[in-house]
């Protein structure tokens, strides 16, 4: 562990009062140390490093300054520090918030004409295990704030025992960008999900998400996609490349975040949703076939995600096909570096290889498309090949595609190899287990989303719906008005199809209003507390679909 060090800053709290905010502050790693890792990493294991997790030890009450609000209600406030980093997390080893209390994270203040602002997160994040990690907060310093009303009811737990140190593939917008990466994101050839070459895939986009990892020191990259099972009960299944995870310590499953609906607005956007995020997945079954790059088998790995999702996020469990037949067609759907949500397109059928493992992978070759030429990087290994019926055949594993190279092959391990074949493992540990609970025999299986239905997730699923409505909704000239707007925002909505709720975001893609829709009748929205910019207004259906606008405040 580096060394550490403490300070005192003097701040003003709200212009009224100064307080004494504590500083903890740890050694920042060698960068260039952590680039040559990095580089060795997609050389030798095909993980994608992102950031390394630096050893704390600290109590946040032992540390943070107390004060009481005119409520009644008490605030702590805790600085922590590194020297030097474009952004940082906070692990905790006790973790467990009272109802009735919140923790947030802020950038340090000053730092941004706009203060990031992460949370605030509740009892709803606690876990019997204890262990809790942050998300990405910019800058090399962050204030923790930790609020709990009069009336909460037992003790909070928050000790630290790591600080997340990111040096690349952050993707932050605008002057969160420390690093001044591309402002595209991953390489410029990829195809965001939301250009046309997504229109038939919107099931399918809602599946994939994005898997940061913590494992051994090193915080790490990788894609995944929700699967259904034959019970269609909705089990929150997660489907990914062993390789990405192989060497996680029994305590490090539940830090895992896994992200949804990363994506931007529109194609080749400058703005995307970011805060749909569970912490923690139950490890379940793997493939147990990865030294290193040389994999002895077909490199699956199946999670469940701990927490429950919300059904607003529209988690999609996708369906699968364990048949071995050859696609003749399809798509990938990824988070590369992990960056936003992109597919890449193959229209030749897809061929047996053995440049693993002797008949465990399919050899995939990329199409140029309507957009771009899509290919895969460092970031989309265990994201899911979809075939021409919109079923997963595979999960990648790695290749040789990218950019400057667009028609090299990538590899996906086979499902079939995954459902029964040859892999280093006991007869229980293969996926059919898992995925077919029910011991149906089945081979096949659609998708579905989460529905009222009295089987939750079954064939019959909402996901014809949400296409008929996504249509409408892409379709049909809504309007917000007056556009720019000073105080209200007035739709203009036909009632053909059943609203649901209206959401707001800023140029972040940070939530910052949310109304329900009652009835048939969209409410004017009240805007008048935010100030003058740019923002999105998203509609969502009664069945899930959403479609989003661009509006502008002045004054």
């Not at 037949?325 to 193959?346: A, M, Y």
């Not at 970031?379 to 999960?395: A, M, W, Y």
């Amino acid at each position: 562990m580096g060394m550490m060090f403490f300070a005192i800053l003097n701040a003003q709290s709200q212009g009224e009062r100064q307080i004494e905010i504590p500083l903890l502050e740890l050694e920042s790693p060698n960068v260039e140390q952590l680039w040559a890792r990095a580089f060795w990493h997609e050389e030798h294991t095909g993980k994608t490093l992102q950031g390394e997790i630096l050893e704390a030890d600290w109590d946040f009450f032992d540390h943070a300054t107390q004060s009481t609000l005119p409520n009644g209600d008490s605030v702590w406030k805790l600085r922590i520090r590194v020297q030097g980093a474009p952004a940082l997390c906070a692990y905790f080893n006790e973790f467990h918030l009272p109802i009735g209390s919140t923790l947030s994270f802020e950038s340090e203040t000053g730092r941004f004409e706009v203060p990031y602002k992460e949370g605030p997160f509740d009892f709803s994040e606690n876990n019997d295990h204890g262990q809790w990690v942050s998300g990405e907060i910019p800058g090399d310093e962050f204030i923790m704030v930790y609020e709990q009303s009069q009336e909460a009811v037992g003790d909070a737990q928050l000790h630290l025992n790591g600080i997340g140190f990111f040096f690349r593939n952050l993707w932050l917008d605008g002057e969160y960008d420390l690093l001044a990466e591309n402002n595209r994101g991953s390489d410029p050839c990829q195809v965001d999900v939301m250009c046309p070459e997504g229109e038939g895939w919107l099931c399918q986009r809602d599946a994939v998400v994005r898997l940061r990892i913590s494992m051994g020191g090193g915080i790490y990259l990788c894609s995944g996609a929700m699967v259904n099972n034959t019970a269609q009960d909705c089990r929150q299944l997660l489907l990914s490349s062993f390789h990405c995870a192989d060497d996680m310590a029994e305590n490090e499953w539940a830090l895992m975040k896994v992200r949804f609906n990363y994506e931007y607005f529109e194609c080749d956007g400058a703005s995307s949703f970011n805060s749909h995020v569970r912490t923690g997945v139950y490890f379940l079954t793997s493939s147990d076939d990865a030294v290193g790059n040389n994999i002895n088998g077909s490199d699956f790995l199946l999670l469940e995600v701990e927490d429950p999702i919300f059904d607003s996020w529209t988690p999609f469990y996708a369906g699968w096909d364990v048949t071995g037949l050859s696609p003749t067609e399809g798509v990938g759907i990824h988070h590369p570096s992990g960056d936003r949500k992109k597919i890449s397109t193959f229209t030749t059928t897809a061929t047996n290889s053995s440049v693993y493992h002797p008949g465990a992978h399919w050899r995939v070759y990329w199409q140029e498309t309507e957009t771009n030429h899509g290919v895969t990087e460092g970031g989309s290994s265990g994201s899911p090949l979809f075939d021409q019926n919109q079923r997963i055949v595979g999960t990648l594993t790695g290749g040789a595609s990218f950019c400057d190279s667009p028609n090299a092959p990538d590899y996906y391990g086979k499902m079939s190899y995954h459902w029964d074949g040859n892999n280093p493992i006991t007869e229980q540990e293969k996926l059919y287990n898992f995925l077919d609970p029910l011991e149906t025999g089945q081979e096949i299986l659609d998708g579905s989303y989460v529905t009222e239905l009295e089987v939750p997730c079954a064939e019959q699923s909402i996901c014809g719906v949400v296409d008929i409505e996504e249509e409408w909704l892409v379709s049909n000239d809504w309007k917000i008005r007056p556009n720019p707007a000073q105080s209200h925002l007035y739709i203009d909505w036909s009632g053909e199809i059943q609203a649901d709720q209206l959401r707001i975001y800023d140029q972040m893609g940070r939530q910052v209003g949310r109304h329900n829709v009652f009835g048939m009748r969209v409410p004017d929205v009240d805007v008048s507390g935010l100030v003058p910019g740019f923002y999105y207004l998203t509609l969502e259906t009664e069945h899930g679909a959403t479609a989003t606008r661009q509006f502008i405040i002045e004054r």
